[in-house]
Structure formats: C-alpha cells, structure tokens
C-alpha cells in the first residue's frame, strides 16, 4: 500500500524557516517524481514544486521561487522541503503526492504526470 | 501560466441528479493533460480523472471526463451522498502546474 506521511509543519515568524519532510513507502520511491502541493486555509490547491526521480529536474511556482528548495534522498524514500524568507502567505497545510509513472523526464525535457497518491498533510502557520 | 477556470462555483443537487462541472484553461492544454480531483472536508485530494477522460483505479463509472483544448467537463451522472465535496481541475501539460479553483457540490 502507497504511504506518504509529512511532517515538520508547525508554527513559525515571517522571515524564518521551516524544513518539511515527507516519508514514502509502499512503492519504489526512487522511480517516481515527486510534488509538493499546499492548501491555504478555505482556499483552493496550489502546486509548489516537483523533482524528478533522480533529482535532475527541479520546478518551482513562481510565488516560492528562491525562497523554497526541494529534494529527496532516495536511500531514506523521503523527501522535502526547505522553506526560507517566509510570509504570512505560506500558511498553508502542505501535501506531498508522487507523480503518476506516465511521467518522466529525459534529454533536457519533463513529461509531467498527475498526481496519483497524496499524503494527508502538515500545517504550516507563519504568524508573529 | 495556464490559468484554470472553474464553473460554477457551488453546485447545488439532490441526490439522483446529474452534476456537470466545467474547466476552461486560458490556453490550450497540450495532449489533453487535465485530471480532476475530489476534495472532502479535512482529507487529502484523491484522483478521479486523469488524460481528461480515464477514470483513476477504483473510481465508480458515474465518473465520466470530456473535453479537449481549453474546455473539459467532469460529469457525475447521478450523485450519491459520498460524492458531495469539492472538485479541482489540473493541468500538468506544462512545467508550472495549476489547478483550477475548484467547484463545491452541496446538497440541495
């Protein structure tokens, strides 16, 4: 059975950091890619970012582009989420979800996939 | 960016009837690269639709998604009380994924 459980969420100020981690298992986590989705509170899903399986191919939603960094460690079938600078607008509870196998990328180019399984989240609160 | 745009925002149904929600992309979402999503309160999103029109594993067939270009519609041809929630449309034909803002199905 496909597992993917976060952690790391919590309370933080503007400005800090927050690192999120997200535990896979039930699948060979080091062939798939890998997404991070977040969910304001009331409000709708907003893709983050994704990283293909060997980490080669990294993209970023331009609303935490410089600020956010994502990888994975195959050998530990994780992977994260290191936010910096952050804002009251990154309140969020944040997914991780892994990437159908349709996608993969090669040759310089991604063929992006949906998302087929889906963590039950971490809460990220940035707040004075 | 594409930008997804979903209508109507509240659907309001009884059980029995049939839900048609839309999704129209500001430009032409390549391979028909579109999969919707079912949100309940306090859960995770779980796939229901994806290349438009292939239902995931283990979604019932009242479940049905059309569409090409910039338009697609996700169809519920009759509800069940389970299937009252919130539903997201998203393109993954390019390297910024976006979801639409999705559309509540309430009972009526």
């Known amino acids: 059975e496909v597992q993917l459980v976060e952690s790391g969420g919590g309370l933080v100020k503007p400005g800090g950091s927050l690192r999120l981690s997200c535990a896979a298992s039930?699948?060979?986590?080091?062939?798939?890619?890998m997404n991070w989705v977040r969910q304001a509170p009331g409000k709708g899903l907003e893709w983050v970012s994704s990283i293909s399986s060997s980490s080669s191919y990294i993209y970023y939603a331009d609303s935490v582009k410089g600020r956010f960094t994502i990888s994975r460690d195959n050998a530990k079938n994780s992977l994260y989420l290191q936010m910096n600078s952050l804002r009251a607008e990154d309140t969020a509870v944040y997914y991780c979800?892994?990437?159908?196998?349709?996608?993969?990328?090669?040759?310089?180019?991604?063929?992006?996939?949906?998302?087929?399984?889906w963590g039950q989240g971490t809460l990220v609160t940035v707040s004075s | 960016e594409i930008v997804l745009t979903q209508s109507p925002g509240t659907l309001s149904l009884s059980p029995g009837e049939r839900a048609t929600l839309s999704c129209r992309a500001s430009?032409?979402?390549?391979?028909?690269?579109l999969a919707w999503y079912q949100q309940k309160p306090g859960q995770a999103p779980r796939l229901l639709i994806y290349g438009a029109s292939s239902r995931a594993t283990g979604i019932p067939d009242r479940f049905s998604g059309s569409g090409s270009g910039t338009d697609f519609t996700l169809t519920i041809s009759r509800l069940e009380p389970e299937d009252f929630a919130v539903y997201y449309c998203q393109q993954y034909g390019s390297s910024q994924r976006t979801f639409g803002q999705g559309t509540k199905v309430e009972i009526k």
């Open positions: 039930g699948f060979t986590f080091s062939s798939y890619s």
């Open positions: 979800a892994r990437e159908s196998s349709l996608g993969y990328c090669s040759g310089g180019s991604c063929y992006f996939s949906y998302l087929d399984y």
């Open positions: 430009q032409s979402v390549s391979s028909s690269y």
